[in-house]
C-alpha cells in the first residue's frame, strides 16, 4: 500500500471513466479527488502537503486537458501530468509530453502501465517539493548575510585568495577573513566547494573579476 499523503487528482468528463479510475488508484492507497471538467479543477486550486499529480484526459469540452497544463504552465503549477487520450489524440500527447507531462497513455490502456505513471508523477513530484524546499532554505541563509558578507561570498566561490579579495576590494586581508568565517557560519559549510554548490543551486553569480 502506498502512502495515504500522495494525492492523485483526476479530471475527465466521463463519469465511468472518472469513477472507474478513482476506484482503482484509491484500492492502492492514494488519495483521490475527482474533477469533470479542467475549468472545475483550476477553480478548485487544491493544496496537497505530500506529493501529489494530476491524471488528466487530453479531449474535453470547454478546455481540453492540453489547454489546462498550458495554464498550469503559465501560472508555474509544477503539478507531473498524466494523460490519457484517444488514439486521435496521439500528437497532442507527443506535444504534452514536449511540456513536461510525465506520460500519455491511449485508452483503452493497461491498469498496471496507469499505476507506473502515476508512480512515476508521483516521484517526480516528490523531487520538485524537495528541491524547492532546499532552495528556500538555502535563500534565507542567504538573506541574513550583510551586504558586504554577501559581496565576500560572491568572492570566495570564485576560489580566489583572501589576500587576493582583499587587494580587488581595496580592504584588508584581515577583514576578509572575518568576513569570510561570518559567511562560511552563517551558510552552514565547511569548504568553499560547498558553498560553490549551495550557491550554484540558488544562482548566485560569482564576482566579476576578469579586469
Known amino acids: 500500500m502506498h502512502n495515504v499523503n500522495q494525492t492523485v487528482y483526476i479530471v475527465d468528463d466521463d463519469p465511468s471513466v472518472r469513477k472507474s479510475l478513482g476506484r482503482l488508484l484509491k484500492s492502492t492507497g492514494y488519495e483521490v479527488e475527482l474533477f469533470e471538467s479542467a475549468n472545475e ?55 504534452a509530453m514536449k511540456y513536461g507531462a510525465v506520460d500519455f497513455l491511449t485508452k483503452p490502456f493497461d491498469e498496471t502501465d496507469l499505476l507506473n505513471a502515476v508512480q512515476e508523477a508521483l516521484c517526480r513530484d516528490s523531487k520538485n517539493r524537495k528541491t524547492m524546499d532546499e532552495r528556500s532554505t538555502i535563500l534565507k541563509k542567504i538573506e541574513s548575510l550583510t ?65
Open 41 to 95: 479543477f483550476l477553480h478548485t486550486d487544491p493544496i496537497c502537503d505530500g506529493p501529489s499529480c494530476l491524471v488528466l484526459d487530453m479531449k474535453m469540452p470547454e478546455l481540453s486537458g492540453f489547454e489546462l497544463q498550458e495554464e498550469l504552465n503559465r501560472k508555474g503549477y509544477s503539478l507531473p501530468i498524466v494523460f490519457v487520450t484517444g488514439h486521435g489524440d496521439i500528437p497532442m500527447g507527443v506535444m
Open 147 to 211: 551586504p558586504r558578507e554577501y559581496e565576500i561570498l560572491t568572492y570566495v566561490i570564485t576560489g580566489m585568495l583572501n589576500k587576493q579579495i582583499a587587494y580587488d576590494l581595496k580592504i584588508s586581508e584581515k577583514t576578509v577573513k572575518v568576513h569570510r568565517g561570518r559567511v562560511m557560519g552563517k551558510m552552514g559549510v565547511d569548504s568553499v566547494a560547498q558553498l560553490v554548490r549551495l550557491a550554484d543551486k540558488v544562482g548566485v553569480q560569482p564576482a566579476d573579476i576578469s579586469e
